[in-house]
């Protein structure tokens, strides 16, 4: 059954406005990652996040880790048309099992 | 370096049919997975490996099997194809519990 749940579901913005997506999860973990997906491709790793991290930068991109809350956001700022795309958290659950995914959400930036 | 190839990209066959999906992937990757993706569902593991010779069933592995004779490659089968085994099917690489590298996918339909 899947780990992470992320909200929205799907989310419509305006070139150059921040996009904020969250996933939530149940269970202790050993890290988050996040995933992008375009269009009929494959994934792509974006970040990972290790349990004892509350927060990670790359580029445009910012991981918050919240274990208390069992929740992490991912903050895309200045979003531009290219990064119109579905995002998936997936977590590394404690008890070394393969990484699972949730159902993602789907971004749609509008230039 | 190609990363993660996955044969064939496109297959139709009849209800009954058996195939096989072939991943291979030039990393020298430990690990190895194979997931489905239906609309709405997001990723679900089917089967994965930890290493040459060795496989373990994921979270939707029935109807399927898979073998992984050399560290490369890991082949998915299916014996009896059925309708509700149309999905797309990703095949994703890692050196451990950790960062996945995915190919570009196979688009099964199962008429």
Redesign the interface.
């Known amino acids: 059954s899947q780990q992470g749940e992320e909200d929205p579901q799907a989310l419509s913005i305006q070139e150059g406005e921040n996009a904020t997506m969250n996933c939530s999860y149940k269970t202790s973990i050993n890290n988050l990652q996040w995933y992008r997906q375009n269009s009929g491709r494959g994934l792509v790793h974006l970040i990972l996040i290790r349990s004892n991290e509350r927060e990670k930068h790359s580029g445009r991109l910012r991981v918050t880790l919240d274990t208390s809350k069992k929740s992490s956001s991912l903050l895309i700022t200045a979003s531009r048309a290219a990064d119109t795309a579905s995002y998936f958290c997936a977590t590394e659950n404690s008890g070394n099992t393969p990484l699972v995914f949730g159902k993602g959400t789907r971004l749609s930036v509008i230039a | 370096n190609a990363g993660?190839t996955q044969t064939p990209k496109f297959r139709v066959l009849k209800t009954g049919q058996s195939m096989t999906l072939l991943c291979a992937q030039d990393m020298n990757h430990e690990?190895m997975?194979w997931?489905r993706q239906d609309p709405?569902?997001?990723?679900?593991?089917i089967h994965?490996s930890v290493g040459e010779g060795t496989t373990a069933k994921?979270?939707v592995p029935d109807g399927y099997n898979v073998s992984r004779l050399k560290k490369q490659n890991f082949l998915l089968g299916l014996e009896s194809a059925a309708p509700s085994q149309t999905s797309v099917y990703?095949c994703?690489s890692s050196t451990r519990?950790?960062?996945?590298?995915?190919?570009?996918?196979t688009r099964l339909l199962v008429l």
């Open positions: 993660v690990y997975y997931y709405g569902m997001g990723l679900r593991l994965y994921g979270e990703f994703a519990l950790e960062t996945q590298y995915f190919g570009p996918g």
